[in-house]
T-cell receptor, first 114, second 113 residues
């Protein structure tokens, strides 16, 4: 079974702090994604990576950065946390195939910025 | 802009009934379609994928795809209270080299005893 793990289930940070969210997958997937999910807004893509050291902006990259130094690990960084970044953060991984690929999600990190 | 439209619901059905969830999408080039289930406070999990026109059945779940009408649906037979969740529809056009699926905002399903 594909397993995607995230470093924390719940996190509380203060405005201005630097926040690291880590995601690890154990299925050798090429593609990894970071989303945030807010009520009424659905899943919104922040960044994705299709290979080590490669990254692409998603729909809402402002205020975030990412790092992928190893294939299995994809980190999301909030350089200076703000209250509007309070949200559920979901990491996902997927293999590459010609017909599209299913995404496997981690359990999520509920981040509260005070 | 690729879009997925889903009725947000809630869709309420009695236990044992058939629940029908619908989704329309904007991208005619889409090849891959997915249904995810998300319980409250949990992350989405894949329950069905479909790539060809027609029906695909897996246990109590049937996905139906009509590419001409740009329409995909999910039928849940013999609905159970444990099926109560939000169902997300997603599509993807892998032929264009895109690695990114487009998700709908989900339909909330309530199965009452």
């Amino acid at each position: 079974d594909v397993k995607v793990t995230q470093s924390s289930r719940y996190l509380v940070k203060r405005t201005g702090e630097k926040v690291f969210l880590e995601c690890v997958q154990d299925m050798d997937h090429e593609n990894m994604f970071w989303y945030r999910q807010d009520p009424g807004l659905g899943l919104r893509l922040i960044y994705f990576s299709y290979d080590v050291k490669m990254k692409e902006k998603g729909d809402i990259p402002e205020g975030y950065s990412v790092s992928r130094e190893k294939k299995e690990r994809f980190s999301l960084i909030l350089e200076s946390a703000s209250t509007n970044q309070t949200s559920m953060y979901l990491c996902a991984s997927a293999t590459t195939s010609l017909v599209g690929h299913e995404q496997f999600f981690g359990p999520g990190t509920r981040l509260t910025v005070l | 802009q690729k879009e997925v439209e889903q009725n947000s619901g809630p869709l309420s059905v009695p236990e044992g009934a058939i629940a029908s969830l619908n989704c329309t999408y904007s991208d005619r080039g889409s090849q891959s379609f997915f249904w995810y289930r998300q319980y409250s406070g949990k992350s989405p999990e894949l329950i069905m994928s479909i790539y060809s026109n027609g029906d695909k059945e897996d246990g109590r779940f049937t996905a139906q795809l009509n590419k001409a009408s740009q329409y995909v649906s999910l039928l849940i037979r013999d609905s159970q209270p444990s099926d109560s969740a939000t169902y997300l529809c997603a599509f993807q056009d892998a032929s264009g080299g895109s690695y990114i699926p487009t998700f709908g905002r989900g339909t909330s399903l309530i199965v009452h005893p």
